[in-house]
């Protein structure tokens, strides 16, 4: 470990942070370019194959970045797809980002870091930043944006310049260090250890925008929320989400150790999918499969709260996604922000035309909502569902959990820091929420191991 690494993890002031030298090189999580063709022709993509753990150049810091050293990480389910070189290797966006100029040349590297999401300490801050400081303790928000295009004053995420942190973009929070926009800053809950705190932003921002934002589906008291995959990451998060939103929660997941655990967190209905049926990463669903399934599913649920889903969340894609346009009401909404068992997505156009349904793609969230998410999790109306930590130079083995499913919740990471548990500041607030609900996922998988 560097010395700026040891000043940091031992808790050093702004002013002794500043004196020490920042490393030339520095740890980080990592595909390489001449890797993109090992997987073609296999049928398992083992992640463990492409990532590395290793020693890379640290980058120049642009005006509007700092440097963050990042005590720890998550994994998102976009480092399965980088680790995979699919549905194209990520290089292509590194390049098409060096394409722009200036600063963001640095990008194109024969490694690319990998992480999207990071909780750490600001160890520097360009010429250009005003509102954080050296020393200062934040979260990470995966959403870099072009401050200098009109769209991004409307909504961050409608800028053609938009990409996502350490997966469209190089130098991604699995590291040691990592280089961020200033605008990506958010202080870092005081009552959360560093690895709870890194794994909430990614998933908790994208789900508060697709069911809470004015610009997802707009959620209210009393609607009926299905939720696919309801025990993952985005799932676990959007299930609080409905139920603090006053929301009737829906869940769906694929065993009797998932639907315990989404008992535990007080979802109104636990649907065991294999118990009725429902297929799942088999190929695509024929047109009859869905019609079947979605009846069945449908007769579940109006069983159980007597009536249609109002919403529909759906970050499977390919498997469930004609059902979702199936099973929802009459004018329901079904948004999408993801396709992790594939991109190519059938449904009866009957059912969505005839019913005045609406399909809304919805992407990450900007600055504004991802504050009010974190916020959220601030007042500890919102909870980490962290279900299990490793070592970053175990990352290979927690990337290949989450690409197999095996994992409920968030999968974290330690960077810098030592050891779980760390970097809780306020433990007042903390024994007020209760440990439990804190740590809830990590109860429950230590109860199933």
Not at 192 to 200: G, N, Q
Not at 429 to 441: C, K, N, Q, T, Y
Request: one cysteine or more.
């Amino acid at each position: 470990m560097d010395s700026l690494a040891e000043a940091v993890v031992s808790g050093a002031t702004p002013e002794e942070l500043a004196r020490e030298k920042v490393p030339a090189h520095y740890t980080a999580a990592h595909i390489r370019a001449e890797d993109t063709e090992m997987f073609k022709g296999v049928t398992d993509k083992d992640v463990r194959k492409s990532l590395r753990i290793g020693a890379v150049p640290m980058p120049e810091l642009a005006p509007d970045e700092v440097l963050v050293a990042v005590m720890a990480s998550a994994i998102n389910y976009n480092t399965v797809w980088s680790a995979t070189f699919e549905p194209l290797p990520t290089f292509n966006f590194l390049k098409r980002l060096a394409a722009t100029g200036g600063f963001a040349t640095r990008h194109d590297q024969p490694f690319h870091v990998l992480g999207s999401d990071g909780s750490g300490v600001i160890v520097r801050a360009g010429a250009g930043v005003r509102r954080w400081r050296i020393g200062d303790r934040v979260v990470l928000n995966p959403v870099q944006v072009d401050d200098q295009e009109p769209a991004t004053h409307a909504d961050g995420m409608l800028g053609t310049e938009q990409r996502a942190w350490g997966f469209e973009t190089n130098f991604g929070g699995l590291a040691h260090y990592t280089v961020v926009r200033a605008s990506q800053l958010l202080p870092k809950p005081a009552h959360l250890t560093w690895e709870e705190a890194a794994s909430i932003p990614l998933c908790a921002g994208t789900a508060y925008r697709m069911l809470a934002s004015d610009r997802g589906a707009r959620m209210k008291q009393g609607d009926v929320v299905l939720i696919w995959g309801a025990t993952g990451g985005l799932g676990a998060f959007a299930v609080q989400l409905v139920k603090n939103g006053g929301g009737i929660a829906v869940g769906v997941v694929s065993s009797e150790a998932k639907a315990r655990v989404l008992r535990d967190m007080g979802c109104d209905v636990v649907i065991n999918r294999t118990e009725i049926g429902l297929g799942h990463n088999d190929g695509p669903p024929t047109p009859q499969d869905i019609i079947e399934q979605g009846k069945r599913l449908g007769r579940v649920i109006r069983r159980e709260v007597g009536e249609d889903p109002h919403i529909v969340f759906d970050n499977n894609g390919r498997a469930t996604f004609g059902i979702s346009v199936f099973v929802a009401r009459r004018g329901g909404t079904i948004i999408t922000c993801g396709s992790s068992t594939g991109y190519q997505h059938q449904y009866d156009n009957r059912y969505l035309w005839m019913n005045l349904k609406r399909i809304i793609g919805s992407h990450a969230a900007n600055y504004q909502e991802q504050a009010e998410c974190n916020r959220l999790v601030q007042l500890g109306h919102l909870n980490p569902v962290l279900s299990s930590v490793f070592p970053l130079d175990e990352v290979a083995e927690a990337t290949r959990l989450v690409q197999l499913n095996r994992h409920h919740g968030k999968v974290g990471v330690l960077s810098l820091a030592p050891e779980p548990g760390l970097g809780v500041t306020d433990p007042a607030l903390r024994a007020r929420i209760g440990e439990e609900r804190l740590s809830r996922m990590r109860l429950e998988a230590s109860v199933a191991a």
